[in-house]
């Protein structure tokens, strides 16, 4: 049971973090704050919170744990402001997509990484922004990384664990290279591949003849370009290194491809696709069985 819960960001993952807890009683006060005061209200009036302030310091004042639900970069500077209130006492985590960035940011700020501070990452989201798309269910059989430092308080990462368990969430620990390595390969990396291919057809001469005739293939990978920009831009700034490993991967393979179609290789056409339909059908329907025996 957590007393007091102090979220900064009140947008789609901090909201239904909050849905999610008061829907299993597990928290007796949610208060929300950060920049945007608009979102602040709508967030009391749709139930999220319980209350709200624009001022950090009054927000943490007395809460037992504060989550920094922001885009990654603004992450860091919550860090910073959260300085001149951190306490013992008081359990730090967030959200943010890229771990290894924050907690150099950590390190910086406050001269190593704290013991109270858990870092995280809740694997799920959604194309929609904002508390109004928040629901409490948005967790549930969704996965959640904790990246924990060598000297990171058991008790704290107890609660943070246990807090992630009552969303319905699976919770998982990883390194932090390893995590941000791995999300920058099957996250970040999509992302970038769905904004580019619109952001090539949208500049077409022919592009709304194009989109005219998009078929479902078409919708269902650009799904994701239509996801917060700033949060993305962020995003893959914070975790250059692994992206551009990752994009450096990937264009490798397409252009072996690329020179497979053009020099009319059929084999290696056909092996290229049929590894990849193996290699995806063989994990998703582990998952399925995963999900479907719990």
Not at 88 to 115: M, Q
Not at 159 to 183: C, F, K, P, S, Y
Not at 260 to 286: G, M, N, Q, V, W
Request: hydrophobic share 45%; charged share 25%; net charge negative.
């Amino acid at each position: 049971m957590i007393n007091k819960l102090a979220i900064v960001g009140l947008g789609l993952i901090g909201g239904s973090l909050a849905r999610a807890l008061k829907k299993k009683g597990c928290v007796a006060e949610i208060i929300g704050t950060g920049r945007r005061e608009a979102s602040l209200i709508k967030a009391q009036e749709l139930g999220v919170i319980d209350r709200w302030t624009l001022d950090l310091g009054e927000a943490v004042a007395q809460a037992d744990v504060v989550v920094i639900a922001t885009p990654t970069l603004i992450a860091e500077k919550v860090l910073a402001d959260l300085k001149p209130h951190m306490r013992r006492s008081l359990i730090v985590t967030d959200v943010a997509s890229v771990k290894g960035s924050l907690v150099d940011a950590a390190r910086r700020i406050f001269g190593e990484v704290p013991p109270q501070f858990v870092p995280g990452h809740p694997i799920a989201g959604s194309e929609q922004s904002g508390v109004e798309a928040s629901r409490e269910d948005l967790y549930v059989n969704h996965r959640v990384i904790l990246t924990p430092a060598q000297g990171t308080d058991t008790d704290a990462l107890a609660v943070i664990r246990n807090m992630w368990a009552n969303t319905g969430a699976e919770v998982l620990e990883m390194a932090v290279d390893e995590h941000d390595r791995v999300l920058a390969a099957t996250s970040h990396l999509p992302h970038v591949l769905a904004y580019a291919l619109v952001d090539a057809l949208a500049s077409n001469g022919s592009a709304e003849e194009i989109f005219k005739f998009a078929a479902g293939g078409f919708r269902d990978f650009t799904r994701i370009a239509s996801s917060d920009p700033v949060m993305w831009h962020d995003i893959v700034r914070a975790n250059r290194d692994a992206v551009l490993s990752s994009m450096d991967d990937f264009s490798t393979r397409l252009a072996e491809l690329r020179a497979a179609i053009e020099s009319d290789d059929s084999a290696e056409i056909l092996d290229t696709f049929t590894r990849a339909k193996s290699a995806r059908d063989e994990y998703f329907l582990s998952q399925y069985q995963v999900t479907t025996k719990e």
